[in-house]
């Protein structure tokens, strides 16, 4: 009967596992198709080594004089200042709301739980009226000041540091230290599950962004990948074979970024579920 359970759960781990995977397989197959093959037959699983080229990959980066490495390099500085910009503040936030007793702690986390209920839709006049005054349209500071904190992360971080162990703050304090070296030499290292997974979130949050640089950025030069992506679909011609080939790329870096670390991930999320 053991047997059997174990069976089904692996049979059972193994469909959610192609499911998942579906996409992927569907999205990669037809990057390696001509594009009228595709418009004929849609996504299939169809392997024919015949009709399966570089082709699309090529015109991809041959495409605006190689503008698809800009699009791609644009993509990862924002990502990777936003991410680590965004961890350590919300890290310091969430750190300061769940660990420190002063007054107002519980109106200013109702304040993030609530800032947390607002679609992002609604504050973006005021985000683009903000940044024309600020004189950051069209630069990286304009797609990244806005969203560095993450009420969400925020949440995270304090739900984490409630299950802290406070006796090692104290001790710190006992030696000399000072709150600042306490946060970053001892609870820092503490809290790398969570760094990990917050990392992970905000990461894919970054890379994936589209309507907020969309509106802040204005050059071709400054745009990111997702957005020079969308550029190859216009009214007089739909590139689809080469968008695809584009969409394969952009999947690569937030795949190794998962599996690096994965087990921290994991872990994040398991112990942050419990803390509070």
Not at 74 to 82: D, G, M
Request: glycine residues 6%; hydrophobic residues 55%; positive net charge.
């Amino acid at each position: 009967m053991e047997i059997f359970k174990k069976t089904l759960k692996y049979f059972f781990l193994l469909a959610i596992f192609l499911f998942c995977i579906m996409p992927f397989v569907f999205m990669l197959l037809s990057s390696l198709r001509p594009g009228s093959q595709m418009v004929q037959n849609g996504l299939t699983l169809d392997f024919n080594p015949k009709t399966m080229s570089l082709h699309n990959f090529k015109a991809l980066f041959e495409y605006n004089d190689g503008m698809f490495f800009l699009w791609f390099k644009n993509s990862v500085v924002l990502t990777v200042l936003q991410t680590g910009l965004s961890l350590l503040f919300c890290a310091m936030v969430g750190y300061g709301l769940g660990v420190y007793n002063f007054r107002g702690r519980n109106i200013i986390f109702i304040i993030v739980l609530a800032v947390m209920m607002i679609p992002t839709e609604v504050l973006i006049l005021p985000l683009f009226k903000l940044i024309v005054k600020m004189k950051f349209i069209n630069t990286k500071a304009g797609v990244i000041l806005p969203f560095v904190v993450s009420p969400f992360a925020v949440f995270y971080f304090r739900q984490y540091c409630l299950g802290l162990p406070l006796d090692l703050i104290d001790s710190a304090r006992i030696d000399g230290c000072n709150e600042i070296s306490i946060f970053f030499k001892i609870m820092c290292p503490i809290m790398l599950p969570a760094f990990a997974a917050i990392m992970i979130l905000q990461a894919m949050g970054s890379w994936n962004s589209f309507v907020w640089p969309l509106i802040a950025l204005r050059s071709n030069e400054n745009m990111t990948l997702p957005i020079g992506l969308n550029a190859l679909l216009t009214p007089y011609g739909n590139n689809y074979d080469v968008l695809l080939a584009g969409a394969v790329f952009s999947v690569i870096p937030i795949i190794i970024l998962f599996l690096i670390n994965q087990r921290a991930f994991i872990t994040g999320l398991t112990v942050g579920s419990v803390k509070g």
